[in-house]
């Protein structure tokens, strides 16, 4: 085991490890951190930490000191910095003619280089715009595209749940997600009922596919044929939260709704046999998030 400290570079971003100093640590603290890019600014979310040796990413980068006043006034100068620098970074772009949308920048703590994210439906060749940032901004410049997930994820927004996008405020990685987990809870596949702003699969389907999953198992096919304690008939609904299963029952001249629990019916567990064949929809789309401090 490794003592480290935990630290993330923004709200929602991934967790990194440190080296910890001398100095005692407390949790949302501000703190000096050296990195692959020179130094930056971090905030502290865990103070002091045993982790496995072969979770860390070597070589182990150091926590240099205590963010002071000073270095808190110069992160937050170069907040106040963005939205111009973002609005003259997609001037020069349309002056250029690129087809991008500048969606972020990120300028770094010593002051030296700034880094542009912007999205585009094509690659773009983005030589002499570098060039024309480099002569406005005097400095390093830096510029990437990302994907629509990440789009999302820099930019931020309300999800359809009401709630802030997962992958913006409380995600530190993307996961993996399919049409299946979506089969599993019994939700509706219509693409703008389980679609996030990105329009790709919302992230949340993978929160509890553990227990829908097994619980999936239980429940018998819509369609199918079940035996009831009322006699035999066809399934017309399932709700997987409630653990019932709605079966229509023809009896002579009347046909009847009611709900029961999976354990009250006979019929046919198939278990994963069910989808074992799978199909193209069921293919996990794997997302893969940049390496930002975003």
Same mark, same amino acid.
């Given at each position: 085991?490794?003592?480290?400290? =935990?630290?993330?570079?923004?709200?929602? /971003?991934? #967790?990194?490890?440190?080296?910890?100093?001398?100095?005692? !640590?407390?949790?949302?603290?501000?703190?000096?951190? *050296?990195?692959?890019?020179?130094?930056?600014?971090?905030?502290?979310?865990?103070?002091?930490?045993?982790?496995? *040796?072969?979770?860390?990413?070597?070589?182990?980068?150091?926590?240099?000191? @205590?963010?002071?006043?000073?270095?808190?006034?110069?992160?937050?100068?170069?907040?106040?910095?963005?939205?111009?620098?973002?609005?003259?970074? &997609?001037?020069?772009?349309?002056? $250029?003619? #690129?087809?991008?949308? %500048?969606?972020?920048?990120?300028?770094?703590?010593? /002051?030296?280089?700034?880094?542009?994210?912007?999205?585009?439906?094509?690659?773009?060749?983005? $030589?002499?715009?570098?060039?024309?940032?480099?002569?406005?901004?005097?400095?390093?410049? *830096?510029?990437?595209?990302?994907?629509?997930?990440?789009?999302?994820? @820099?930019?931020? =927004?309300?999800?359809?749940?009401?709630?802030?996008?997962?992958?913006?405020?409380?995600?530190?990685?993307?996961?993996?997600?399919?049409?299946?987990?979506?089969?599993? &809870?019994?939700?509706?596949?219509?693409? /703008?009922?389980?679609?996030?702003?990105?329009?790709?699969?919302?992230?949340?389907?993978?929160?509890?596919?553990?227990?829908?999953?097994?619980? !999936?198992?239980?429940?018998?096919?819509?369609?199918?044929?079940?035996?009831?304690?009322?006699?035999?008939?066809?399934?017309?609904?399932?709700?997987?939260?409630?653990?019932? %299963?709605?079966?229509?029952?023809?009896?002579?001249?009347?046909?009847?709704? $009611?709900?029961?629990?999976?354990?009250?019916?006979?019929?046919?567990?198939?278990?994963?046999?069910?989808?074992?064949?799978?199909?193209?929809?069921?293919?996990?789309?794997? @997302? %893969?998030?940049?390496?930002?401090?975003?």
């Amino acid at each position: 085991m490794v003592k480290v400290v =935990g630290c993330k570079f923004k709200n929602g /971003g991934k #967790l990194y490890y440190f080296a910890p100093g001398k100095e005692k !640590y407390e949790k949302d603290m501000g703190v000096i951190v *050296e990195t692959a890019k020179g130094k930056e600014y971090a905030t502290v979310v865990l103070p002091g930490a045993e982790v496995e *040796e072969e979770k860390i990413v070597q070589p182990l980068m150091p926590v240099l000191r @205590i963010a002071t006043d000073k270095d808190r006034e110069q992160i937050k100068r170069n907040e106040e910095r963005r939205p111009e620098a973002m609005k003259i970074a &997609q001037q020069k772009a349309d002056a $250029r003619g #690129l087809q991008m949308k %500048v969606i972020g920048c990120e300028f770094a703590f010593e /002051g030296n280089k700034v880094a542009f994210f912007f999205s585009a439906e094509n690659r773009v060749d983005f $030589r002499e715009l570098i060039k024309d940032l480099s002569a406005a901004f005097h400095m390093r410049i *830096e510029l990437r595209q990302v994907g629509i997930r990440d789009e999302i994820k @820099i930019m931020g =927004g309300l999800a359809p749940c009401g709630r802030e996008c997962c992958c913006s405020s409380c995600m530190n990685d993307f996961t993996k997600v399919s049409i299946k987990m979506a089969k599993n &809870q019994g939700l509706s596949l219509n693409p /703008g009922k389980i679609s996030g702003l990105c329009g790709r699969l919302m992230c949340c389907l993978g929160y509890e596919n553990d227990y829908y999953a097994e619980a !999936y198992k239980q429940m018998p096919k819509v369609g199918s044929e079940v035996g009831t304690p009322d006699g035999t008939g066809t399934v017309v609904n399932i709700n997987m939260l409630k653990m019932e %299963v709605k079966v229509k029952i023809e009896q002579k001249d009347t046909v009847v709704y $009611r709900d029961y629990k999976p354990g009250d019916l006979k019929f046919k567990r198939t278990g994963n046999n069910r989808d074992e064949k799978g199909s193209k929809e069921d293919e996990a789309d794997v @997302i %893969v998030g940049d390496d930002t401090n975003y």
